[in-house]
C-alpha cells in the first residue's frame, strides 16, 4: 500500500499430508518440493497497526481462490495451534479439539477463526511443537475448503420478530443491548454480570481476536456491520447497541429471516 509492504503470506508446497504428520515445526521446511500437490500455509503477518483492516483475511481468501484455480493443487492445509487449552488441560487435547458451543461453533477462539474461515479441524500432531507448552507441543491439523468461492455455511439467526415486537426505540435498543452483552459474555467467557455496557469493551479485557469474533457475530446473527477496527477503538456494550439501532432506522440492514451473507472478517496477525 502507498509502495510499503504491510502484510504477507507465507506457504510451499508439500506432497503429501502424511510426510507433514511425521514432522516438527523446525522440520517443516524439508518438505517442500517445487511440484507438490499440496499447498501448506505456513503463516500470515501483517503490520501491527494495519491488523484490524481485514488485510489478513484477504490474502488468506485470495491465496485459497488462487490455489482453486491454479492447476496441480489438490489439498491446502495448515497447522496451528489452540488458544485456550490450557484451560482445559484436565481433558485430552482430542476431545478439546472438538467441543463445540450452542451454535455447533468450535469452542477455542483460534479454532473457531478458522471454522469461520472454512476450514475443517483434522486431528492432533503430536509433537509439532515441543515448546508450546500450553498446548503439550501438538499442533492441529486444519484443511481448507479447496473451492473459487470461499463462504461461511453458518446459520444466520435472526431477531426481527423479537425486535419488531418492542413499541419504542428505547426498547428495541435495550433488546439489542441485551443481546449484545450475551455475545460479548461468551466471547470473553465470563458472566453477564462480569460486564459494565457503559465502559469500553477494550477495557474490560476484550482483545483484538475476541473483537473480530464478535465483528462476525454481530454480522452473521443480526446483521449488523460493525468493523473490528471500531470495536478496538474503545466502544461500550451501550454504544454498539446504539450503533445497530440506527443501521435498523436508516434501513442499511434488516432483521429478517434469510440465508446470511458472507461474513465480513477480519483477521489479526497469527501464526498458522
Known sequence: MDGQVVGAIYSQRINNIDLLKKKTYVQVPSLHTRLGSVIQLLGINI??????????????????????LKGGIERVVGITRCK??????????????????????????????????GATIKGVIPNYCPEDVDNLGNGILIEYELR????????????????????????????????IQEQVAKIMEI????????RSLIQQGLDSLMALELSHLLKSEMEVNVSTMKIIQGVS??????????????????LSVSPSAQ????????TL
Request: glycine fraction near 4%; hydrophobic fraction near 40%; proline fraction near 2%.
Open 47 to 68: 503490520l501491527p497497526e494495519m491488523e484490524v483492516t481485514g488485510l489478513g483475511d484477504h490474502l488468506r481468501e485470495f491465496m485459497l481462490q488462487l490455489c482453486a
Open 191 to 198: 458472566s453477564i454480570a462480569e460486564l459494565d455496557i457503559t
Open 148 to 179: 473459487a468461492d470461499v463462504h461461511n455455511s453458518e446459520e444466520n439467526f435472526s431477531y426481527n420478530a423479537l425486535v419488531s415486537s418492542a413499541t419504542s426505540a428505547a426498547e428495541k435498543e435495550q433488546l439489542l443491548e441485551t443481546r
Open 263 to 270: 461474513a465480513n472478517q477480519e483477521m489479526e496477525e497469527f
Open 237 to 254: 456494550i451501550s454504544q454498539l447497541a446504539e450503533l445497530s439501532l440506527e443501521q435498523l432506522a436508516l434501513g442499511s440492514i434488516k
Open 84 to 117: 485456550n487449552y490450557v484451560q482445559h488441560a484436565h481433558i485430552p487435547i482430542t476431545e478439546y479439539i472438538r467441543q463445540q458451543d450452542e451454535l455447533g461453533q468450535l469452542l477455542d477462539p483460534i479454532l473457531r477463526f478458522h471454522q469461520q474461515g
